[in-house]
Nanobody, 120 residues
Framework: QVQLVESGGGLVQAGGSLRLSCAASGRTFSAYAMGWFRQAPGKEREFVAAIDWSGSSTYYAGSVKGRFTISRDNANHTVHLQMNSLKPEDTAVYYC?????????????WGQGTQVTVSS
């Protein structure tokens, strides 16, 4: 069974940084794309970033481009999201997901989420 476990969330002041991690198990990690999504209170879940199976291609939502960096370590079955210059509007529960492609709608397993709170 595929399991995804996120970590690294917390409370940070605006302008600060956090690094989220997601540990994967249950299938060949390096064969699948990985993505990060987030959901703020009262809002729908939205795409944040994605990385292809090899790590050679990355994709970002416009709202985080230039501030967030997604990376993966296939040897250790982990994906990271480095978040810099955080803003209060980045406050949300962040989820990692895995799927056959980087396109939203193709992810078939999700983690339980980790809370990120950015204070102004």
């Amino acid at each position: 069974q595929v399991q995804l476990v996120e970590s690294g969330g917390g409370l940070v002041q605006a302008g600060g940084s956090l690094r989220l991690s997601c540990a994967a198990s249950g299938r060949t990690f390096s064969a699948y794309a990985m993505g990060w999504f987030r959901q703020a209170p009262g809002k729908e879940r939205e795409f944040v970033a994605a990385i292809d199976w090899s790590g050679s291609s990355t994709y970002y939502a416009g709202s985080v481009k230039g501030r967030f960096t997604i990376s993966r370590d296939n040897a250790n079955h982990t994906v990271h999201l480095q978040m810099n210059s955080l803003k209060p509007e980045d406050t949300a529960v962040y989820y990692c997901a895995t799927g056959r492609t980087v396109r939203p709608g193709t992810y078939d397993y999700w983690g339980q989420g980790t809370q990120v709170t950015v204070s102004s």
